[in-house]
């Protein structure tokens, strides 16, 4: 099913269309479409990496860094991954149709307030094909039609994958309209989607903090905002050894390319002696560079000395900041100063200092005592997810199959005025 419209608005217009039909489908069909594509994307495993190793080496000439040629490679085992995420969105409770409120007046006029598909979802994003299939599911078993706009680094492996589900959404007699890009139009393609207004109805970009900032300062369309994430881990004076340990390593080098990796990681003054020995060791012997204030340079001679911007970077590398601060307000005078609300954690055996973390922390998801690459559709159960919101409108949070959806209220009367 290759795109043949000619212009954006072409494609937008028939998103819009396509959304009518795929707003109506009942939960049997909208799952049987999506295993369609699953299986689609499985039998095309070969066509999609063939792609993928194209965009791979022109990143590599580009020099576009590890972290984005990270996140942009497929190989079989990640196609598989992809496959599965979509077939677990399948399964996942429809949205459609929620009943979020009811009541009836004293005229007896009965309301309900239902969950119903927004229309056209529109996604910008960069370098990260696994988000033209995530989005694309969620916002089908949601009831919307998608328009996408993946970026120029992984044109081809997105250009492969929206054809594969394209022929999908046919092999069940639903529109493939419903399923469109604009990467070809390039940056005009972006500018467009983002001046849509009447025919997308919501907007989510995912990327760098330079491309969300673009897209919520210049768009039209309603945007819902995910943030960057400078993520912070606090370790309190009763951080136990092992958890302080074993988190931090775990939330900085598991996969250090991505927003809920911990960038920024504060010490309680009178756990220092105790922690930070060991623990810049075991960081700089994962491959980790610290950069540390004068206290943790103290530490370890491989620390290099932290600037007031690295308290603010986002490294997406195997790159830490770590400070040394005097007590538990420190460290929240801290996290309110440099946070980008993504994810804050503090390991603490300490009850009371918990309570206030959670209290007065001011980000999507605040923990105690567990790593932040928590922080994920997936892990939360929703499935794949749309990304992770640092706004507080309507969406907040790993985004799943309910924040793609907006609601209308119903009423049945029989012959009510308004007196």
Request: glycine fraction near 8%.
């Amino acid at each position: 099913m290759t795109l043949t419209a000619v212009s954006v608005d072409e494609r937008l217009r028939l998103a819009k269309d396509a959304a009518r039909q795929v707003g109506l489908l009942d939960s049997a069909a909208k799952t049987g479409m999506l295993r369609a594509i699953a299986d689609a994307i499985d039998s095309a495993t070969d066509t999609i990496v063939a792609a993928n190793a194209d965009d791979l080496e022109r990143g590599r000439s580009a020099e576009i860094g590890d972290a984005l040629l990270d996140r942009l490679r497929l190989d079989a085992t990640r196609v598989a991954a992809l496959a599965t995420a979509v077939r677990e969105v399948a399964e996942l409770p429809d949205p459609v149709g929620r009943v979020l409120d009811r009541r009836t007046l004293p005229n007896g006029l009965e309301l309900q307030k239902v969950a119903v598909p927004f229309g056209v979802v529109g996604s910008i994003y960069e370098a990260r094909p696994n988000v033209t299939v995530d989005i694309a599911a969620l916002a089908l078993r949601a009831g919307n039609a998608v328009v996408l706009r993946g970026g120029s680094a992984a044109q081809s492996s997105n250009s492969a994958l929206v054809e594969v589900m394209r022929q999908a959404l046919a092999s069940q007699r639903v529109s493939p309209e419903a399923i469109q890009t604009v990467d070809d139009f390039g940056r005009d393609g972006a500018r467009a989607l983002m001046n849509a207004r009447g025919l997308v109805d919501v907007l989510v970009p995912r990327g760098s903090a330079s491309l969300i900032e673009t897209v919520v300062t210049e768009s039209t369309v309603p945007v819902i905002e995910t943030g960057a994430g400078v993520v912070h881990v606090y370790l309190d004076a009763t951080a136990r050894d092992e958890w302080a340990r074993e988190i931090v390593l775990n939330a900085k080098t598991q996969r250090p390319s991505v927003c809920n990796a911990v960038e920024t990681v504060l010490v309680h003054r009178d756990a220092a002696d105790r922690l930070l020995p060991d623990l810049l060791g075991e960081l700089a012997g994962a491959g980790v560079r610290v950069h540390g204030d004068d206290t943790t340079a103290g530490y370890d001679p491989r620390v290099v000395a932290a600037t007031d911007a690295d308290w603010a970077t986002e490294y997406l590398s195997l790159d830490l900041a770590v400070r040394v601060v005097d007590d538990l307000d420190a460290a929240l005078d801290h996290i309110r100063r440099y946070s980008t609300h993504h994810t804050e954690s503090i390991i603490t055996e300490d009850e009371a200092a918990a309570t206030r973390f959670l209290a007065e922390v001011d980000s999507a998801v605040v923990l105690v005592n567990a790593s932040t690459r928590f922080t994920d559709g997936g892990e939360f159960g929703f499935g794949a997810e749309v990304g992770i919101s640092t706004q507080k409108l309507h969406a907040r949070g790993p985004m799943g199959l309910a924040e793609l959806t907006s609601t209308k209220w119903l009423g049945r009367g029989d012959g009510q005025v308004r007196t």
